[in-house]
């Protein structure tokens, strides 16, 4: 049995790392992260967006953002447009990015499936639910400026 950890912090980054692990296990074979797969799925469903709008989308801080895209860029996977201010990035996805992501999608499937099997689908819906109302909290929490002074 693992450790409960007291701090909702702590223990949801525990779940997210070991959730990270089963995937990576997973789409390594394919030369994929599960970073990477994020901002690959993430690119699909948006379309084009800048790289600031990717960073608040998946919440990934603008170092991690910057590595992974490089490696996505080098594959082909992504491409990259300048916007009109020369820091400016715009990214979609790339079509070998389109092949590649339909290549992976069997395999995902198949990991998201088993996690969906041992959770049932009721449990299932609700961490899906529940994930969603988190970022949705922090997110709101970000433009109504809250603070610890609350």
Request: one cysteine or more; proline letters at 3%.
């Amino acid at each position: 049995m693992a450790l409960q950890l007291p701090c909702m912090c702590a223990s949801t980054r525990r779940a997210s790392r070991a959730l990270t692990q089963m995937y990576d296990d997973s789409l390594r074979p394919l030369g994929l992260h599960a970073t990477q797969f994020s901002i690959l799925q993430a690119l699909e469903l948006a379309g084009e967006v800048s790289q600031n709008q990717l960073s608040n989308l998946l919440f990934i801080d603008s170092t991690t953002l910057t590595r992974n895209l490089r490696i996505l860029r080098k594959k082909g996977w992504i491409a990259v447009r300048a916007g009109a201010d020369r820091r400016e990035r715009w990214l979609r996805l790339a079509p070998l990015g389109v092949r590649q992501l339909q290549q992976v999608m069997p395999v995902w499937g198949r990991v998201q499936e088993q996690l969906r099997h041992k959770l049932g689908d009721t449990r299932w819906r609700d961490l899906q639910k529940l994930s969603n109302e988190i970022v949705d909290i922090v997110a709101n929490s970000r433009t109504e400026g809250v603070s610890n002074d609350n």
